[in-house]
């Protein structure tokens, strides 16, 4: 998938804003090498870089990791994809916020991310658990549904006893889990939604463009009554987020 940079970094600061406590989550020391898996635009590599430990970011899209290399001087960045990642056992910690949907098969996602750590090592990640974007998805299904087309499931949402039966079967010792709700309110005031899904929601509306164009004013009509804020003006995603603390026995 390409990935737009500036319209993530200009409309989305809500991917790496609320991933910024989960950095507290980690506890990263001076000196300590981490690996942020999926490192965007290089918001939260430059907050790990900022309590001293030396970071190292990758990502498979050259035009998020240009914009990463300015919001962090500091950080080493490599151009890769995290199934073909081949880490040695160097890092102190791996941090993922709002990648690891992406990614499939989580298993070998799992491994590669489990081969990068020392021993001893930690493990934060936060994903779209399950039920993530459940209206948007519902809605876009229950199109394909009256048009005879199969459902469409383009990322990987679990829930905590599955991705923690993941994360054990890669070796790793699963010390934290939690699933919450986060009701998260869009940039772009009407425009909002179409920019998400801009961004974002490129496998869930693929198709000709006439179809996309017509699916896109049935979902924006079918999930505005609980999506769109009148009273702000804004559409919201209800997200639902799967955080995990992990560790990779020393
Ligand atoms: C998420 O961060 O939860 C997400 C992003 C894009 C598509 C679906 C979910």
Not at 25 to 47: M, N, S, V, Y
Not at 149 to 170: D, K, N, T
Not at 223 to 228: A, G, I, N
Request: some cysteine.
């Amino acid at each position: 998938m390409e990935w737009n940079a500036s319209l993530y970094d200009q409309r989305h600061s809500f991917v790496w804003r609320s991933g910024e406590d989960l950095i507290a989550l980690l506890d990263p020391q001076p000196g300590e090498r981490i690996l942020d898996a999926g490192c965007g635009t290089g918001q939260l590599t430059e907050k790990l870089a900022a309590s001293g430990a030396l970071v190292t970011g990758i990502d498979s899209s050259a035009a998020m990791l240009e914009q990463a290399r300015i919001v962090c001087p500091q950080g080493a960045f490599v151009q890769a994809d995290l199934l073909e990642f081949e880490g040695r056992g160097e890092f102190d910690g791996v941090f993922s916020n709002a990648v690891l949907h992406w990614i499939r098969p989580p298993e070998r996602a799992a491994q590669r991310m489990y081969a990068a750590l020392k021993p001893g090592g930690r493990l934060v990640i936060e994903m779209g658990g399950t039920g993530n974007a459940a209206t948007l998805v519902g809605a876009v299904n229950a199109i394909l549904a009256e048009e005879g087309q199969p459902a469409r499931e383009p990322w990987y949402f679990p829930g905590i006893g599955e991705y923690s039966h993941v994360l054990e079967e890669a070796g790793f010792e699963v010390v934290y889990a939690m699933l919450f709700d986060r009701m998260t309110p869009l940039e772009g005031g009407e425009e909002g939604l179409d920019n998400w899904l801009k961004v974002f929601g490129g496998p869930l509306l693929d198709g000709e463009p006439q179809w996309r164009a017509s699916a896109l004013e049935r979902v924006r009509e079918a999930v505005r009554p609980r999506l769109f804020d009148p009273d702000s003006a804004a559409w919201r995603v209800d997200y639902r987020r799967l955080r995990i603390a992990a560790r990779k026995p020393a």
